[in-house]
């Protein structure tokens, strides 16, 4: 056999042709297959640095707001309390605070002017007046010490804790109430005045409004406050929220205004007593 005749058997063997032309795919194949792994892996750790990016964004700002959170507390403790050396320092022996001292003016003002137009009203509208108030005091008559302290006073807190809360209401019910009372105690002043002297009727009428006046021109400053504070949410105006507002109110009114009221209510059950 001649080398030319072996070298044609080799090239033209279609077995052999076939098994090396299969190892060639086999390792082209293998080849496809790890760069396919490769991507995998490299799309899976993209994916895996996309949602750690996602959840640290998340997290910081989660944290901003719970930071911006306390500092707005922080600030509504200071606007609506205040620092205890400024914000709650008080004027006129600890009764009224500066959160208030622009409305204890203005209903001060209404209250005098009220004061003085009872003062010179017709006498038809000043015997109505003192009807309803001799009609009020004669409830009373019979009524034990006790019982009328209690009831004297529920109703003047049920009625202080009502103008306060309805200030709300754009501040009109606190001083609708200051303007009425101002006006029935010009009204008492005059007829007592008319009937045993205006010197003798100023100690008449000056132990019915020395501690109930102020307590009600408190809380009716407080409900006034609310007010312009719901009237400048309705302008848009933002700020804290109207609850905490409230809470510093009523927080006032137990530390002030119920004590006042306490002696209010045992001086006019003294006085209903005794005739006065």
Same mark, same amino acid.
């Given at each position: ?5 072996? =070298?044609?058997? $080799? ?9 090396r032309? #299969? ?15 490769g ?6 750790? /993209?994916?895996?640095?996309?949602n ?6 998340e ?8 930071? #911006? #959170?306390?500092?707005?507390?922080? $600030? ?10 400024e914000?709650? #320092?008080?004027n006129? @022996? ?5 959160? &208030?001292?622009?409305?204890i ?8 002017a ?7 009203a017709?006498s ?12 009020v ?6 009524v ?7 009831? &004297? ?21 606190? /001083? ?23 010197s003798?009727?100023v100690?008449?009428?000056l ?8 307590a009600? =021109? ?13 009237v $400048?949410?309705?302008?848009g105006? @933002? ?20 004590? =006042? ?5 045992? &001086? ?9």
């Open positions: 056999m001649t080398p030319s005749s072996g =070298l044609s058997q $080799r090239s033209h063997n279609p077995a052999k042709a076939k098994s032309s #299969s190892r060639r795919l086999t390792r082209h194949d293998v080849g496809d297959e790890s760069g396919i792994r991507r995998r892996a490299v799309i899976s750790r /993209t994916c895996l640095s996309i750690s990016s996602i959840l640290r964004m997290y910081e700002e989660t944290w901003q707001t719970v930071c #911006s #959170s306390i500092k707005d507390r922080k $600030r509504l403790k200071t606007h609506v309390w205040g620092e205890m050396k914000d709650d #320092s008080l006129l @022996g600890g009764m009224f605070d500066r959160t &208030i001292k622009p409305y003016l203005i209903l001060a003002l209404i209250f005098a009220s004061f003085l137009a009872g003062t010179v017709p038809p509208i000043r015997k109505q007046m003192i009807g309803v108030f001799q009609s005091v004669g409830n009373y008559q019979g034990a010490g006790g019982a009328l302290f209690f009831n &004297i006073l529920v109703q003047n807190v049920m009625a202080s804790i009502f103008v306060l809360i309805s200030g709300a209401g754009l501040g009109i019910v606190p /001083t609708f109430a200051i303007c009425s009372n101002g006006f029935g105690l010009g009204v008492l002043y005059r007829q007592a005045g008319e009937v045993s002297g205006y003798k009727a100690l008449k009428v132990p019915y409004g020395v501690f109930e006046i102020p009600l =021109l408190i809380a009716a400053s407080y409900g006034l406050w609310l007010g312009m504070i719901v $400048r949410k309705m302008r105006r @933002g700020g804290p929220l109207l609850k905490s507002h409230v809470e510093h109110a009523f927080r006032r009114y137990f530390a002030v205004v119920f004590p =006042l009221l306490v002696i209010a209510a045992a &001086i006019e059950t003294a006085l209903i007593i005794t005739g006065g």
